[in-house]
């Protein structure tokens, strides 16, 4: 257990997590003690960290607060990453964002979402049919945590899996935490090409169908740029696979760790997406969040954060804010409240939220429905967890039924 005297600013990051995958001690006592923290990352670069709900609700909807990246000398954790592809949704604001936001938007409603549960269930049933019949105990994540995503992006972007995997590989190197800056450049430069094959597949084909087809389209009719077309190719490649392994890996754990919930959701699978609201709030796939840059000087409490300086948001001082959350520490899938926070605010909240939605309820119920008494097969205080990467998660699960 960490005690207040254990930190001190400026804080260097990763952080270590709390037990079980909770939120690193570290950001309750910067909510606490230094609402606006100086945080050293694995850059060098020194960045803000706001760790208050309200502060991370102004961070993500004021436009003081930038999400261009793209500029030589911007705050990154380690190298020139995917932040630092231009064009892409994530790196623009204003009216920009919102003309690809609108391209993309009628691919990400809720009802856009719902369609596809029955192709996350076809392809989750195959990956248990195979672990039914395979080892047991088994890793649930190299079973069934990480593949699934991989599957189901493939067919929602219509790409082949081999590129897609290989797409992954180098993502998992631009997301590192321990690697050097080339080795991220690398990576970088390996997805951007990659983005390049799958878009000039697309055209050759004339594929516009799906997310990707409908950028490319909107290329070739003049609504988006070459530059904006690529960029935000790449960050849908980015976003549409690796992030879902992390809450449906770590969920899986803690659904575990509380069967009496576990089993009211199984009894009853109405309860499933209030599971997967609290599996959302209780964890985030990532622990920092990726920086924002201030475009003009601002004080916030008494902390002057200076024009050009980075402000990163941890999604996890706002889904633990006890001012907002009653015992947050508390896993609870009865729990009310604003349940969306871990999704973002502002222009730029998630655009998979409702996606995300469904493949873990959908992926949940399927795994549960076929494995009622699954538990994990080593005390769930030696699972291990990578920490080295920004999407955190167990590195392995071990299962049995």
Excluded at 74 to 86: K, L, Q, Y
Excluded at 250 to 255: K, N, Q, S, W, Y
């Amino acid at each position: 257990m960490s005690r207040v005297n254990d930190f001190s600013p400026p804080l260097r990051y990763p952080f270590a997590l709390g037990r079980h995958g909770t939120p690193p001690p570290v950001i309750a006592w910067a909510r606490k003690h230094h609402p606006v923290c100086p945080v050293i990352l694995p850059s060098g670069r020194q960045v803000w960290m706001l760790t208050r709900k309200d502060d991370i609700t102004r961070l993500l909807t004021d436009p003081v607060f930038s999400r261009d990246l793209v500029y030589p000398g911007a705050p990154r954790f380690v190298g020139e990453d995917f932040t630092a592809v231009p064009g892409g949704i994530f790196n623009l604001d204003g009216a920009d964002h919102a003309r690809i936001r609108h391209v993309l938007a009628p691919h990400f409603t809720p009802s856009a979402a719902a369609r596809h549960a029955e192709m996350i269930a076809r392809h989750a049933e195959g990956l248990l049919d195979a672990m039914e019949t395979g080892p047991n105990p088994v890793d649930l994540v190299e079973a069934y945590a990480a593949p699934l995503p991989l599957r189901v992006s493939c067919e929602v972007l219509g790409i082949p899996l081999q590129q897609r995997a290989a797409y992954l590989d180098a993502f998992r190197t631009q997301t590192s935490l321990v690697v050097t800056a080339a080795d991220v450049a690398a990576a970088t430069a390996a997805t951007l090409d990659l983005t390049e094959q799958i878009i000039k597949g697309k055209r050759a084909d004339g594929d516009h169908s799906g997310p990707l087809g409908e950028l490319v389209r909107a290329e070739a009719e003049g609504v988006i740029s070459d530059e904006e077309l690529h960029g935000t190719a790449s960050y849908l490649l980015v976003t549409g696979s690796e992030p879902l392994v992390p809450p449906l890996a770590t969920g899986a754990v803690t659904l575990m760790r509380h069967p009496d919930q576990l089993n009211a959701c199984v009894a009853e699978e109405e309860l499933w997406p209030r599971a997967v609201d609290e599996v959302l709030r209780y964890h985030h796939n990532g622990v920092l969040g990726l920086p924002r840059v201030a475009t003009e000087d601002i004080t916030l409490h008494r902390v002057r954060i200076a024009a050009g300086d980075g402000v990163c948001a941890p999604m996890l001082g706002a889904t633990w804010d006890p001012r907002h959350y009653r015992c947050p520490e508390k896993f609870d899938i009865h729990r009310t409240g604003d349940m969306t926070a871990t999704f973002g605010a502002g222009p730029h909240f998630c655009l998979g939220s409702a996606f995300a939605r469904v493949f873990l309820t959908t992926a949940y119920a399927a795994l549960f429905r076929r494995f009622p008494d699954l538990f994990l097969a080593v005390p769930e205080d030696d699972l291990p967890w990578q920490t080295e990467i920004q999407l955190i998660r167990p590195a392995r699960v071990p299962v049995c039924w």
